[in-house]
């Protein structure tokens, strides 16, 4: 229930959807006037759900504060969750554009920040294969000479929820206590920070990366329309749809 609930408000909060809408009612009203403010709201829609400024000004609002580049505490374990790879047409890994939680989760665990790395990841696909994310990326910390001793590999997850909770017996069963930083992309962090506490990470600190929005300076390049910025809206708009059903559950 939760899930088609959750996928018609998606639909229904597309920015496309509101400009497609408008401009099927314009063409279907026959009164000139009706008809003129229906393309031009539909114009209108279109150039503020294109134009960076706004997304830039609401992923601001929606980002979570990351510890800084300068704190000295330590954590016993960097939590790293998936969604940076996936399987190709041979059925092998590779980075995705999400690449940035890999490379921040390794900088923690290679600088002294993290004595150990989680990567929690299984195969979130509707019809899922044999690729298993946790379990291939394991391989890439091996190709990069990590010691065993400070991996800890999750690979039967397929959602958030589920990250958390069988990371969290992991953890247990390694005898890793709290503090633990927790790296995600930061239009996913909100979201995932909640899903952790809600788990029972008491002392979780979040650590957002992979920035596609907000993260720059204002000027007026933010002004000109571009398809990225309806792309970028569709990822928050999931997030929030995805952040008020967890929430709910």
Known sequence: MYFILSKVLLF??????WVLGLLIAGLLVKNPKRKRRFFTASLIVLYISS??????????????????AKESK?????IVLGGFSGPDKNNDGYFNGSADRFIQGVKMLTTGRAKHILITGGNGSLFPGQFSEGTWVKTQLD????????ILIESRSRNTIENAQFSKAILQKAGLQPPYLLVTSDFHMRRAY???QKEGYNDITPYPCNYIAGNTGTSLYDLIPGGGTLAGWEIYLKEVVGYVVDKWK
């Open 12 to 17: 229904l909060l597309y920015p496309v959807s």
């Open 51 to 68: 134009v960076p400024l706004f997304l830039n000004l609401f992923a601001r609002a929606w980002s979570v504060d990351t510890v800084s």
């Open 74 to 78: 330590v954590y016993s374990c960097v």
């Open 143 to 150: 190709a990069l000479k990590i010691p065993d001793s400070c």
């Open 194 to 196: 909640m899903i952790f």
